[in-house]
């Protein structure tokens, strides 16, 4: 078993602080007595204890100044999953990660905390408690794997003696602030899209509430440093208790005030369906760009099993859940009452 000696930092920078899980992690920092300043291309809330650097990761000259006096980078800032723009994911995920490695090295930065991601070795078929010996998937399904494979690569690779780089790999991130997960399955109920189960709903996923995985990325930094056992390495992040993700959404839509998805669809149809949309919206790229709602990697992430081990985290970070799904999924839709059916004012 690995060593858990702490190597303690005092001062951190969240790059892509302003977003869902950088704004919790920046919490979770200051709780605990760090100082925290965040870096990011927009800025979307006040906090007079943090210190806010707008710029983009992909300019070295920006990132500078912010990383002065840093000891400790937690990157977790992504171009929009949603947007499937493969120029843009190259640029920020892959092309921005290196200028963010480059950056911390030449400010002397000590530490670099990469927010990766589970679905680095998923393919589209069922993957049941995977550890981290899963090999990168050959054929990821859409540009955002594809560029967070490339991003992970780069961080673990650049881990050397002077400069300690982690990967955390958490898979469904869910809770309060979360812009895609809740939004989009309340846009998706009031378009009436809901009532559907695809395949016969029972396949095993993971959702890990949005706490736990801040509670991972501090461990994470607070354990690397010389001759730690972490550094170099990736660890899946969950909240440790898989549930079917028709059960989990259902959770959500229903207390939400929606209609719970009842009428199950064969996986295949569906997703034959997908990538006939997908190949059909490809050959229209020239004269129309058409993003699909329906794709091969939603069908898939919705209909197969996919949950992962992360006993890895737990053994050398010392990683313990601390909020189950349940009391996670009261707290999110708590925070999310003002999207109720029939709500009509925004929180
Ligand atoms: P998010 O979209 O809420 O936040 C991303 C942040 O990055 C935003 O604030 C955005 O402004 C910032 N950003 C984008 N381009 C930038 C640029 N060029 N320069 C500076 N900042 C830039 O995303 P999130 O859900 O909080 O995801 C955080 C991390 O967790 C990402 O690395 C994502 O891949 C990973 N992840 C998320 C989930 C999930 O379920 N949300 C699951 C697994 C992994």
């Known amino acids: 078993m690995a060593s858990r000696k702490t190597q303690k930092f005092q001062r951190c920078l969240v790059i892509g602080g302003c977003g869902f899980l950088g704004r919790h992690l920046c919490e979770g920092l200051l709780d605990k007595g760090y100082d ?16 806010f650097c707008v710029g983009s990761l992909c300019n070295k000259q920006d990132l500078l100044p912010a ?6 980078v937690f990157h977790c800032a992504t171009a929009s999953p949603l947007s499937n723009n493969k120029e843009l994911f190259y640029k920020v995920n892959y092309e921005g990660t290196k200028t963010v490695i480059a ?54 690779k650049s881990n050397s003696e002077d400069f300690f780089t982690v990967a955390i790999r958490p898979h469904g ?18 378009a009436g899209k809901t009532k559907f189960i695809i395949g016969d709903g029972k396949n095993l996923v993971d959702f890990t509430f ?31 208790e898989p549930l079917f993700f028709w059960t989990f959404m259902t959770k959500i839509i229903v207390g939400l005030g929606y209609d719970a998805p009842k009428y199950n669809i ?9 990538l006939i949309i997908q190949i059909f919206c490809f050959l229209l790229k020239p004269l129309k760009d058409i993003q699909p709602t329906l794709t091969p990697m939603k069908v898939a992430l919705a209909g197969t099993h996919h949950f992962y081990c992360c006993e890895r985290a737990k053994a050398e970070l010392g990683y313990k859940p601390a909020v189950s799904v349940e009391d996670g999924i009261y707290i999110t839709l708590e925070h999310f009452s003002y999207l109720k059916s029939g709500a009509k004012t925004k929180k």
């Open 36 to 51: 925290v300043s965040i870096f990011d291309i927009r800025k979307t809330f006040e906090n007079d204890k943090v210190k």
């Open 67 to 72: 990383m002065e006096g840093v000891d400790c």
């Open 103 to 156: 950056a911390c090295k030449e400010a002397g930065v000590k530490k670099l905390v990469v927010t990766s991601s589970a679905s680095v070795v998923y393919e589209g078929k069922d993957i049941q408690n995977g550890t981290e010996d899963l090999p990168y998937a050959g054929k990821p399904m859409d540009y955002y794997t594809e560029t967070k494979i490339l991003q992970e690569k780069e961080v673990l």
């Open 173 to 190: 991130i869910f809770g309060p602030g979360d812009p895609h997960l809740v939004p989009t399955t309340v846009e998706l109920a009031k």
């Open 210 to 240: 949005v706490k736990n995985v801040v509670q991972g990325h501090i461990l994470a930094a607070e354990h690397l440093g010389p001759d730690s056992s972490i550094n170099g390495k990736a660890y899946f992040l969950t909240n440790d």
């Open 266 to 274: 064969p996986y295949g149809v569906l997703y034959v369906l997908a």
